[in-house]
């Protein structure tokens, strides 16, 4: 079963600090991963995307890497924002088109 | 570009009554839309994939007579959660997938009462 993980649940970090979220999958054979994140009550929001070619994905602040062979993905942040402040998703396509979604992390950035 | 836009946002319903969410793409065409169903604090499970022109598919342990998917259009997928109970209470996402990802509505929050 095609399975993604995400650990810890939720995560809180003084502002400015730099901080990685993690994710990890079951399925080596995967397709992409794609970066959300969803404040309270709304929809997603796309932060990055990474073909299963790339190991790594960039963005202002943000860097997401893939590592296919260890099933794994992070998400970095970079000198974190309470905007920043938000329930952070990863989501991986296994070949068939639909989005596997992580658990997610909350996180948490403390002025 | 690549603009879902889901309609409404929040509804109240009572018990017995049917509610219809609408997910329109508003810059491209969508052939296919996933409708997703997210818990307090749980993350996103995919219920059914619509196809322009065809029958939805149901994820298993979805009642297909219970969420009515219509996908007539390239530019309209619609849920329709029938004779809604509160335990169908819950927040509904559409989302269509996107030469580079999958682009995602804002969502409806259904509470029925």
């Known amino acids: 079963k095609q399975e993604v993980t995400q650990i810890p649940a939720a995560l809180s970090v003084p502002e400015g600090e730099n901080l990685v979220l993690n994710c990890s999958f079951t399925d080596s054979a995967i397709y992409n991963l794609q970066w959300f994140r969803q404040d309270p009550g709304k929809g997603l929001t796309s932060l990055l995307l990474?073909?299963?070619?790339?190991r790594e994905q960039t963005s202002g602040r943000l860097n997401a890497s893939l590592d296919k062979s260890s099933g794994r993905s992070t998400l970095y942040i970079a000198a974190s924002q309470p905007g920043d402040s938000a329930t952070y998703l990863c989501?991986?396509?296994?070949?068939?088109?639909?989005?596997?979604f992580g658990t997610g992390t909350r996180l948490t950035i403390i002025p | 570009g690549a603009v879902v836009s889901q309609h409404p946002s929040r509804v109240i319903c009572k018990s017995g009554t049917s509610v219809k969410i609408e997910c329109r793409s508003l810059?491209?065409?969508?052939?296919?839309m996933f409708w997703y169903r997210q818990f307090p604090k749980k993350s996103l499970m995919l219920m059914a994939t619509?196809?322009?022109?065809?029958?939805?598919?149901?994820e298993q342990g979805v009642e297909k007579d219970k969420f009515l998917i219509n996908h007539a259009s390239l530019t309209l997928s619609t849920l329709t959660v029938t004779s809604a109970h509160p335990e169908d209470s819950s927040f509904y996402i559409c989302?269509?997938?996107?030469?580079?990802?999958?682009?995602f509505g804002s969502g409806t929050r259904l509470t029925v009462v």
């Open positions: 990474i073909q299963s070619s790339q």
């Open positions: 619509s196809n322009e022109g065809s029958k939805a598919t149901y």
């Open positions: 810059d491209f065409q969508a052939t296919t």
């Open positions: 989501a991986a396509v296994f070949g068939n088109e639909k989005l596997t």
């Open positions: 989302s269509a997938p996107r030469e580079y990802g999958y682009t």
